[in-house]
């Protein structure tokens, strides 16, 4: 069975880095094909990508967020970190994390999701 | 940048078929899925590779694609399924979220 939690700071002040953690158990970052994705989804609105790390380190990010983003793994931990500079009230939402279907098993859809950690960006 | 467009709302009565609709650019080209969340969980993988189910997913949930639209289906549907429904597709190696769509059964 594959689970995944996020985990770090439900405050942060203006200007300060995010930094969150995806642990995971189920599955291995070292397995071909594999990868983990974060997720965001302000209150009330919409899903929105922002990176994705694959088992062999390369790594994705949303076009728009890119310059803020950084995505790293540690496979021998199970977890994945994502840290956001910068960070302003329009970034407060709820983070996910999710595991990425390797291509062979599916359509590369995330599958299952973390249950995710809110986020509130606040002086 | 890429967008996939889907409406902001759809409604329909217990016991019958709704439709969701999901449209971008070349989507005819790309695989489709689709995730449902309902209120205060984490979005549910309901459809993939255009028309898939996952293990364990009712087989009320269907998905279909013509051109550039694809389509998520319900049959039947119950007071279970009012939820916020998402398609996802890929754009040149980034994910492209659907701007959701509120089911509500009326």
């Known amino acids: 069975q594959i689970t995944l939690k996020e985990s770090g700071p439900t405050l942060v002040k203006p200007t300060q880095t995010l930094t969150l953690t995806c642990t995971f158990s189920g599955f291995s970052l070292t397995t071909s094909g594999v990868g983990v994705g974060w997720i965001r989804q302000p209150p009330g609105k919409a899903l929105e990508w922002l990176a994705l790390?694959?088992?062999?380190?390369?790594?994705r990010y949303s076009p728009s967020l890119k310059r803020r983003l950084t995505i790293t793994k540690d496979t021998s931990d199970d977890q994945v970190v994502l840290t956001m500079t910068n960070m302003d009230p329009v970034d407060t939402a709820t983070y996910f994390c999710a595991h990425r279907i390797p291509p062979e098993l599916g359509g590369r859809e995330f599958d299952p999701w973390g249950q995710g950690i809110l986020v509130t960006v606040s002086s | 940048s890429y967008e996939l467009t889907q409406p902001p709302s759809v409604s329909v009565s217990p016991g019958q078929p709704a439709s969701i609709t999901c449209s971008g650019d070349?989507?005819?080209?790309?695989?489709v899925c689709w995730y449902q969340q309902k209120a205060g969980q984490s979005p549910v993988l309901v459809i993939y590779k255009d028309r898939k189910r996952p293990s364990g997913m009712p087989a009320r949930f269907s998905g279909s694609k013509s051109g550039n639209t694809a389509t998520l289906t319900i049959s039947g549907t119950q007071a279970l399924d009012e939820a916020d429904y998402y398609c996802?597709?890929?754009?040149?190696?980034?994910?492209?979220f659907g701007g959701g769509t509120r089911l509500t059964v009326l």
């Open positions: 070349n989507l005819g080209n790309k695989y």
């Open positions: 996802q597709a890929w754009d040149n190696s980034a994910v492209v």
């Open positions: 790390i694959y088992w062999d380190d390369d790594k």
